[in-house]
């Protein structure tokens, strides 16, 4: 089945993967903050796919929160929306773009030596529980 994003579609899209990536990188701020952002990046540029297509490309024009609750406030339904809108016209380019984010999302955790931060933990759940809200 072929999928018909509109403009908005991707602009929320890509809000909600590379938002996600920046949530990341925020949570573990007292890592590598750098470090976490680019792994999460190549994770994201790396999708194959429709979703592959649209994520090639960072959100530009978007005004991201300056605390991490401002950035969350914006990330975490436009991870939903994403996931609803692509179920409604096909569910496996969302079950795509699901595990995007979630291996976009550990790779930016595994920046840290060991286990990642309680503080990473409890975003990356913060995150699937958004992708699953759907």
Known sequence: MSITLTDQDKTTLRLAAWGAVSLMSAA?????????ATEGSIALTSATGPVG???TKAPTGVKYG??????????????????????KQ???????????VIVAVEAAAQTHKGEPSP????????????????
């Open 90 to 100: 096909d569910a496996a380019e969302a079950d795509n773009f699901r595990r995007t």
């Open 53 to 55: 297509h649209v994520l």
């Open 66 to 87: 300056k605390t991490v609750a401002e950035l969350a406030d914006q990330v975490l339904p436009a991870l939903t929306e994403g996931m609803s809108l692509l179920t």
């Open 28 to 36: 573990g701020a007292a890592g590598s903050a750098h470090k976490a």
């Open 119 to 134: 503080t990473m933990a409890e975003m990356a759940r913060k995150i699937t529980e958004a992708l699953d809200a759907a």
